[in-house]
């Protein structure tokens, strides 16, 4: 098994053979969207250094940008403590969210009721 291969293999996918990915920008910690991995859309990720992502919709891989032009450069990659999550951090070039905004997470306030340790 090559340490690429390893790598993948560390992963948890889901019952679907997926798992979530955070696209966060590199340098600002801004998160930009979340999308959808398998094991050949993260090697092609990890080893392309290009976000490619599996759309659970058109079920087909697409690397984002290739219609767009809003294409993501990846700067580093992270799983998380359970293994089932991962943290892709990227240069983003043009927008993140097929809306054409800078983050799919600019829209909807949920209003939280914000929490302190004096609660």
Known sequence: MTDLEARIAAVAF???????????????????????????ALRRTLSTGRVTFWSRSRREYWRKGDTSGHVQYVRGARLDCD??????????????????????FDTTDL???VGSETL
Not at 31 to 37: R, T
Not at 90 to 103: K, M
Request: with cysteine; charged share 15%; proline share 4%.
């Open 14 to 40: 889901n019952t679907d053979g997926l798992a979530p990915a955070i696209i966060q920008q590199w340098d600002t910690g801004e998160v930009l969207m979340l999308g959808w991995m398998d094991a050949e």
């Open 83 to 104: 293994g089932d999550a991962l943290l892709i951090q990227v240069d983003q070039i043009g927008a993140a969210c097929h809306t054409g905004t800078r983050s799919c």
């Open 111 to 113: 209003e939280p009721t």
